[in-house]
């Protein structure tokens, strides 16, 4: 039982940060971080939806995994016996 709420509180730090950078590479209005990566510099407009798509489905299922991981982590804290 604690092996598997440290690999799920590995997972949920793993897909914190994977979060965090995901979503600043999204394009904002001002065009935000993912100009400094090359994201503005894209010169085929069809290539750069490509790109923005893949980044959506990227940071969707990134969040169903934290989502996840968060639940069953409240789970198993929930219905853990106390060692005495």
């Not at 010169?43 to 798509?53: C, F, M, P, R």
């Amino acid at each position: 039982m604690d092996t598997l709420l440290v690999i799920l509180q590995v997972v949920l730090a793993v897909t914190s940060v994977l979060l965090i950078l995901f979503i600043l590479l999204h394009r904002g209005k001002g065009g935000g971080l993912s100009d400094m990566f090359g994201g503005g510099v894209t010169s085929s407009a069809q290539s750069s939806g490509v790109a923005e798509k893949n980044l959506n489905r990227l940071t969707v299922w990134t969040m169903v995994i934290w989502g996840l991981a968060i639940i069953v982590i409240g789970i198993l804290t929930k219905f853990a016996t106390p060692v005495a």
